[in-house]
């Protein structure tokens, strides 16, 4: 027996759980102080009423003969129909027409980045933002792909653009990024399709963020651009949009006219998820179809617009004591330089230890992070507010 040794390639531990264990040490070790974090982007509100009610109904149909359910129906992966229509009239809203048959419901887009690798090769070279999520990197690392960076920085906003001396055959794009928040414009996608296409490659577009875009000339599904349905395959998520994260329900679209080879992609992952997942819970399905429901979208809404508020309590903070920073306009992150030219993980310690407030250091997300830290919106309003006069407090004059 062998083991899978591109394990060892890793890093030892999965960035969000060093940050929980350094947290979990300091807390035991001052009990005394209240910790405030914003590293996680993990959600604070409760589910919108309107989820809440369709759960409990969906509950009570399980608790009835005649309207109880077994496993989902094999047509679509397992999604039950109103779950697909109400994806399919959000994406149309944007202007995007699917096929109920190009919509694969999941446990949640960080699944899928990973699971959507077993369709593609091992030779195929991956294309990666610096900073990124890690998972992007880590799920190519255990395949043994060969990587390769695209450099993200202060330059370009940390929006990197397509160097046509590169070649690629699969490429991470996340839009707003996950992160540095930084969001592509409809024009910038295009010149991203169009290399795609050229090298013959494949867009795995993460949407996860796109309901925090205000800004009309920012893409909220890569399909907004013509030619991607011919390049993009498409991850999202109910956790940030509709306060998902413990509840576990995401979509990944695989339009029919992306083909490689001459095969359908979308034939290949239908193959894949009816061999190795047995769909997301009724439950959870009937609560994530009310979500794009009229009264669904205005009660989300409500709660993005308190998340949004943090960020701008958080862009205040850093407004005034003069610190740069990307993001908190069209996202939930704040991607901020570390003051005093300090590390990330310096800064992450000394945050920690001076203000009692938890961050991520950037240098996680890649070697670009380095000197940056990320901030998270998704905290409660009065945390946030508390940990923005704590690290005003610390900062001022200083910074
Ligand atoms: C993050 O903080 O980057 C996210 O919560 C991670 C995730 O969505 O898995």
Not at 264 to 277: D, G, H, I, P, V
Not at 332 to 350: A, H, R
Request: glycine share 8%; hydrophobic share 40%; proline share 5%.
């Amino acid at each position: 027996m062998k083991i899978n040794g591109n394990f060892l390639n890793l890093k030892d531990s999965y960035l969000f759980a060093t940050v929980g264990r350094k947290t979990a040490a300091y807390r035991a070790a001052h009990p005394e102080k209240e910790v405030i974090r914003l590293s996680i982007g993990d959600v604070t509100l409760p589910l919108a009423p309107v989820v809440i009610a369709a759960m409990h109904s969906a509950v009570e149909d399980l608790a009835h003969r005649e309207t109880f359910k077994g496993y989902g129906p094999d047509q679509y992966c397992y999604a039950y129909e109103p779950l697909l229509s109400s994806i399919r009239a959000s994406y149309a809203q944007k202007g995007v027409m699917l096929d109920a048959d190009e919509i694969f419901v999941s446990d949640g887009a960080k699944s899928d980045c990973g699971n959507i690798l077993d369709i593609f090769s091992v030779d195929n070279t991956v294309l990666v933002p610096d900073p990124v999520y890690p998972v992007y990197l880590d799920t190519n690392v255990m395949a043994g792909r060969r990587v390769l960076f695209a450099d993200a920085n202060e330059q370009n906003g940390f929006l990197p653009m397509p160097d046509p001396s590169v070649r690629a055959d699969i490429i991470y794009i996340c839009s707003p990024n996950n992160p540095t928040g930084a969001a592509y414009s409809r024009e910038q996608l295009k010149a991203w399709v169009a290399y795609a296409l050229a090298c013959d490659a494949v867009i795995l577009y993460d949407a996860a963020y796109e309901h925090f875009i205000s800004d009309d000339a920012l893409a909220r599904s890569i399909y907004e651009v013509k030619g991607a349905e011919e390049c993009a395959i498409e991850l999202c998520s109910y956790s940030k949009t509709a306060g998902f994260t413990g509840v576990r329900c995401g979509y990944t679209v695989v339009p029919k006219a992306l083909k490689r080879q001459g095969v359908m992609l979308n034939k290949l992952w239908a193959r894949r998820q009816s061999t190795k997942f047995n769909g997301v819970s009724y439950v959870t399905q009937m609560g994530a179809a009310a979500v794009f429901t009229p009264e669904g979208e205005r009660q989300i809404g409500e709660n993005l617009a308190y998340y949004r508020r943090n960020a701008a309590v958080i862009s205040a903070c850093l407004d005034s004591l003069g610190i740069w920073y990307t993001g908190g306009k069209n996202s939930p992150y704040i991607w901020m330089k570390c003051p005093f030219n300090m590390d990330s993980w310096t800064f992450f310690d000394y945050l920690l230890e001076n203000a009692n407030v938890v961050g991520t250091p950037g240098s996680g997300f890649g070697k670009n992070g380095e000197g940056f830290f990320r901030l998270t919106a998704f905290g409660t309003a009065e945390d946030t507010a508390e940990a923005c006069a704590r690290i005003e407090a610390l900062l001022k004059d200083k910074a």
